[in-house]
């Protein structure tokens, strides 16, 4: 999607360990405008789906995922990566090591909001080696429910996380992928 690829060689910053920074516009001060869009361009690519549901985790994944959650005129589900005294005692949990944190963190959705009836389209701000997507395609699984996609607003396609995701049959889109990418350089796929 060029409206974000030109945003990203904008503003985008490449860090050291292969990190994109994007604080300025995706998440940490929000475009809203720019997110809107990608929202109504996930309605646009999954509009056949039929998904019932979008499952996203915190914090990074919200905004994006509510974007095409609004679009689509579905509910987002938010995976917690702590447990809070509002979830009941039944949930899902899958294990996810964090790219970005390097620790391995614990997400969770409540079983009364992820059935085996739904039809679950991911969403996330990012996909890089695949652990986030991964967990999260778990906990579809663990509820017996099916998974439509796998979106996320910037691939990094060197670091490999859409095979694992296609393996599973899974149709990946990303709005800008990124082939290669250092320190005042990115390119596109
Ligand atoms: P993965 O699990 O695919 O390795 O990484 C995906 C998760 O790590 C995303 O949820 C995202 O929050 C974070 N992440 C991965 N790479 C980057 C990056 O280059 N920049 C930022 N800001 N977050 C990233």
Redesign the pocket.
């Known amino acids: 999607m060029k409206l974000l690829e030109d945003k990203i060689l904008k503003d985008g910053k490449v ?1 050291a360990g ?6 300025g516009f ?2 940490h001060r929000l475009d809203t405008a720019l997110i809107t869009e990608l929202g109504k361009d996930v309605a646009k690519q999954f509009a056949k789906c039929g998904a019932s549901l979008i499952l996203t ?1 915190e914090s ?2 919200i905004s994006i995922a509510f974007a095409a959650g609004q679009a689509m005129g579905l509910p987002v589900l938010v995976a917690k990566k702590h447990k809070s005294q509002n979830i009941s005692d039944g949930v899902y949990t899958a294990s ?5 944190h390097k620790t391995e963190n614990t997400v969770l959705v409540s079983k009364e909001y992820l059935s085996a009836a739904d039809k679950v389209l991911i969403v ?12 999260l395609l778990s906990l579809v699984e663990q509820a017996g429910a099916e998974a439509v996609g796998f979106v ?1 607003a ?1 691939e ?1 396609m060197h ?1 490999g ?1 859409r095979a694992l995701i296609e393996e599973k049959g899974i149709k990946v889109y990303s709005l800008a992928c990124i082939k290669e990418m250092r320190a005042g350089e990115i390119i596109f796929n």
């Open positions: 860090l292969d990190i994109l920074k994007v604080d995706l998440n985790v990074s994944g996810v090591f964090s790219f970005t996330d701000d990012f996909l890089a080696s695949g652990n986030a997507a991964m967990g996320a910037i990094k670091q996380g």
